[in-house]
Nanobody, 123 residues
């Protein structure tokens, strides 16, 4: 089992910054990658940023140049630095951990999720 706890959300004015943190515990050696997703009211969940254990990253086009994902493997923590925030960034942000479960010859991806943290950007 993997447990994820997010923190750092809050209310900020447009143009401001926030840093989200996600601490992982449990069977952390099973984690292949971690990411941040968000879901705004009336919208589908979307991938915001993703990082592998090797440090490779990718971002949604809507946040490129503004958000930065990083990972501290020693602390089992992933961060999302959010700069130049816009009202459209308002959403619940969820931390995700990707694991691979192996049962004999079968490999399956299994995702763990944090409880979510609210980010609200006012205009």
């Amino acid at each position: 089992q993997v447990q994820l706890v997010e923190s750092g959300g809050g209310l900020v004015q447009a143009g401001g910054s926030l840093r989200l943190s996600c601490a992982a515990s449990g069977s952390i050696f099973s984690i292949n990658a971690m990411g941040w997703y968000r879901q705004a009211p009336g919208k589908q969940r979307e991938l915001v940023a993703h990082i592998t254990t090797g440090g490779s990253t990718n971002y949604a086009d809507s946040v490129k140049g503004r958000f930065t994902i990083s990972r501290d493997n020693a602390k089992n923590t992933v961060y999302l630095q959010m700069n130049s925030l816009k009202p459209e960034d308002t959403a619940v942000y969820y931390c995700n951990a990707e694991t691979t479960r192996v049962s004999g010859p079968v490999f399956r991806r299994y995702d763990y999720w944090g409880q979510g943290t609210q980010v609200t950007v006012s205009s």
